[in-house]
């Protein structure tokens, strides 16, 4: 896909993105600890599952399992040397799932680690990671591609410009931040818009955090500057840990969704799901915006 169709895809409509996927394969069996993608990757039937489901249930676009597969990531599990099986396999996947009926976002995230003067991170080894998987991505048919969780604006642009450096496909951009719209390794969520456009993210928006019932301030400060697609795809409320450490989240699916109507009146275009949301979550957004309430004229 050319970054011009993804704008007139994205122009003047609401988008449905997927839900959750590491919390999503845990209740399907993934064990704690092991690597997420490689997993995903063992399991095709698993994740195809899931990602039809979500395609049913609505997404307009689906986010490949590549989150972690980078080489740091890989790296963890001793298993770097399957960096490009693993990403390619599972795009793949993922355009198997869609089948023709949603969009295939190419995903990459933080490294968790700070850049410098903050941290011991070089910029230079920080592109290189990323634009080493951007190419696989991009090789293996990605229609798309997404910095998702991201940490900092400064590691975000790089993701941007390493991805720029191999194609031309659209990249979405959401950062992790606190209800106050505040980013977790410094800066807002306005200076993450207005940095973010300036070096070519055709979105740009939330993922993770909190609950959407905490974000409509945030949204809304974020369409304010933003030139771009607006993205809001949070969590399920608040998780509570039970006594096996499991995530229980707050909100249910009616209660996300109406939740998530009021985020796109804020000016939130491209709407989805982070932990603790289902294809239910996604199938009930959905009946939100066909009953005229997600209508951005509105």
Same mark, same amino acid.
């Given at each position: 896909?050319?970054?011009?169709?993804?704008?007139?895809?994205?122009?003047?409509?609401?988008?449905?993105?997927?839900?959750?996927?590491?919390?999503?394969?845990?209740?399907?069996?993934?064990?704690?600890?092991?690597?997420?993608?490689?997993?995903?990757?063992?399991?095709?039937?698993?994740?195809?599952?899931?990602?039809?489901?979500?395609?049913?249930?609505?997404?307009? +676009?689906?986010?490949?399992?590549?989150?972690?597969?980078?080489?740091?990531?890989?790296?963890?599990?001793?298993?770097?040397?399957?960096?490009?099986?693993?990403?390619?396999?599972?795009?793949?996947?993922?355009?198997?799932?869609?089948?023709?009926?949603?969009?295939?976002?190419?995903?990459?995230?933080?490294?968790?680690?700070?850049?410098?003067?903050?941290?011991?991170?070089?910029?230079?080894?920080?592109?290189?990671?990323?634009?080493?998987?951007?190419?696989?991505?991009?090789?293996?048919?990605?229609?798309?591609?997404?910095?998702?969780?991201?940490?900092?604006?400064?590691?975000?642009?790089?993701?941007?410009?390493?991805?720029?450096?191999?194609?031309?496909?659209?990249?979405?951009?959401?950062?992790?931040?606190?209800?106050?719209?505040?980013?977790?390794?410094?800066?807002?969520?306005?200076?993450?818009?207005?940095?973010?456009?300036?070096?070519?993210?055709?979105?740009?928006?939330?993922?993770?955090?909190?609950?959407?019932?905490?974000?409509?301030?945030?949204?809304?400060?974020?369409?304010?500057?933003?030139?771009?697609?607006?993205?809001?795809?949070?969590?399920?409320?608040?998780?509570?840990?039970?006594?096996?450490?499991?995530?229980?989240?707050?909100?249910?699916?009616?209660?996300?969704?109406?939740?998530?109507?009021?985020? +796109?009146?804020?000016?939130?275009?491209?709407?989805?799901?982070?932990?603790?949301?289902?294809?239910?979550?996604?199938?009930?957004?959905?009946?939100?915006?066909?009953?005229?309430?997600?209508?951005?004229?509105?």
């Amino acid at each position: 896909m050319r970054r011009e169709e993804f704008e007139r895809l994205a122009s003047g409509r609401v988008l449905l993105l997927d839900g959750a996927t590491g919390s999503e394969l845990r209740k399907r069996g993934m064990p704690v600890g092991v690597s997420t993608e490689l997993w995903a990757l063992e399991h095709p039937g698993v994740i195809l599952e899931l990602q039809r489901a979500y395609v049913d249930a609505g997404s307009d +676009i689906i986010y490949a399992p590549t989150f972690s597969a980078n080489r740091m990531g890989l790296e963890m599990h001793g298993i770097a040397d399957r960096l490009h099986e693993i990403n390619a396999g599972l795009v793949k996947l993922s355009k198997q799932a869609a089948n023709g009926r949603a969009l295939v976002a190419g995903d990459i995230t933080t490294t968790g680690k700070p850049l410098e003067p903050v941290g011991t991170l070089s910029y230079q080894a920080l592109y290189d990671v990323y634009r080493e998987q951007a190419a696989i991505l991009a090789e293996a048919g990605a229609d798309l591609l997404v910095a998702e969780t991201m940490l900092s604006v400064d590691e975000t642009v790089c993701a941007v410009e390493a991805a720029r450096s191999v194609c031309d496909l659209p990249i979405m951009c959401s950062l992790t931040m606190e209800a106050d719209g505040h980013l977790l390794f410094g800066g807002t969520a306005t200076e993450a818009v207005e940095t973010l456009q300036a070096v070519g993210a055709d979105a740009v928006g939330l993922n993770c955090s909190v609950g959407p019932d905490q974000l409509e301030s945030v949204v809304a400060s974020m369409k304010a500057v933003a030139q771009v697609p607006v993205i809001a795809k949070p969590n399920a409320g608040l998780p509570v840990m039970d006594e096996q450490g499991r995530a229980h989240y707050s909100m249910d699916p009616d209660t996300f969704a109406r939740a998530m109507i009021r985020l +796109i009146q804020a000016g939130a275009t491209l709407v989805g799901g982070c932990c603790g949301t289902d294809p239910e979550y996604i199938r009930r957004l959905r009946e939100k915006r066909e009953q005229g309430a997600g209508n951005s004229e509105q």
